[in-house]
T-cell receptor, first 116, second 112 residues
Framework: GAVVSQHPSRVICKSGTSVKIECRSL??????MFWYRQFPKQSLMLMAT?????????EQGVEKDKFLINHASLTLSTLTVTSAHPEDSSFYIC????????????FGPGTRLTVL | EDKVVQSPLSLVVHEGDTVTLNCSYE??????LLWYKQEKKAPTFLFML????IEKKSGRLSSILDKKELFSILNITATQTGDSAVYLC????????????FGRGTQLTVWP
């Protein structure tokens, strides 16, 4: 079964609103989670590393004030797209590494964001 | 600049054919290379390769890494329509497990 969940799976919002996406590790603790973005017919682009108990680390070119990340607990990271615009419409995917039993990376099912 | 390049970008075959997908990389502080299959949603894990020359196999899929020439291949034998998907290659750099850099993927279409 799924080991990383995301909520919501799909969201449509008006331009200028903020949208929060949750990523949960279901049966393991993740001190680190990752947020990716995927535009149509493009690959996954790493946006940021979410660190439990400390600030997120953003990749070059990703606006930290626009994409707010909070790693509230060892099983939950949230990504808030602030003042969303149509160009933010994308597929947002989180992942969490699980080190017990070998290095394995689990992806969430993704969130499709459409900004009108 | 770090990069992960996959080829071909798309491939159309008939059921039963064998396909080879390529991934070359130039990254600093290489740790491992991973292959994923992506259908409509999030990628599903296929292989993780860290050592050169050791083939990993799962059913009809196999993969190998060449750390000297900086590439990996993913082979699929006796393809089926269910193999139709985008196959993604990703490289992990440094010590942070899970921080992945992806190639653009190969869109594989298998016709019956």
């Amino acid at each position: 079964g799924a080991v990383v969940s995301q909520h919501p799976s799909r969201v449509i919002c008006k331009s200028g609103t903020s949208v929060k996406i949750e990523c949960r590790s279901l049966d393991f603790q993740a001190t680190t989670m990752f947020w990716y973005r995927q535009f149509p017919k493009q690959s996954l682009m790493l946006m940021a590393t979410s660190n439990e108990g400390s600030k997120a680390t953003y990749e070059q070119g990703v606006e930290k004030d626009k994409f707010l990340i909070n790693h509230a607990s060892l099983t939950l990271s949230t990504l808030t797209v602030t003042s969303a615009h149509p160009e933010d419409s994308s597929f947002y995917i989180c992942s969490a590494p699980r080190t017990s039993g070998g290095d394995t990376q689990y992806f969430g099912p993704g969130t499709r964001l459409t900004v009108l | 600049e770090d990069k992960v390049v996959q080829s071909p970008l798309s491939l159309v075959v008939h059921e039963g054919d064998t396909v080879t997908l390529n991934c070359s990389y130039e990254v600093t502080n290489f740790r491992s290379l991973l292959w994923y299959k992506q259908e409509k949603k999030a990628p599903t894990f296929l292989f993780m390769l860290t050592s050169s020359g050791i083939e990993k196999k799962s059913g009809r899929l196999s993969s190998i890494l060449d750390k000297k020439e900086l590439f990996s291949i993913l082979n699929i034998t006796a393809t089926q329509t269910g193999d139709s998907a985008v196959y993604l290659c990703a490289v992990q750099r440094g010590s942070t497990l899970g921080r992945l850099y992806f190639g653009r993927g190969t869109q594989l279409t298998v016709w019956p």
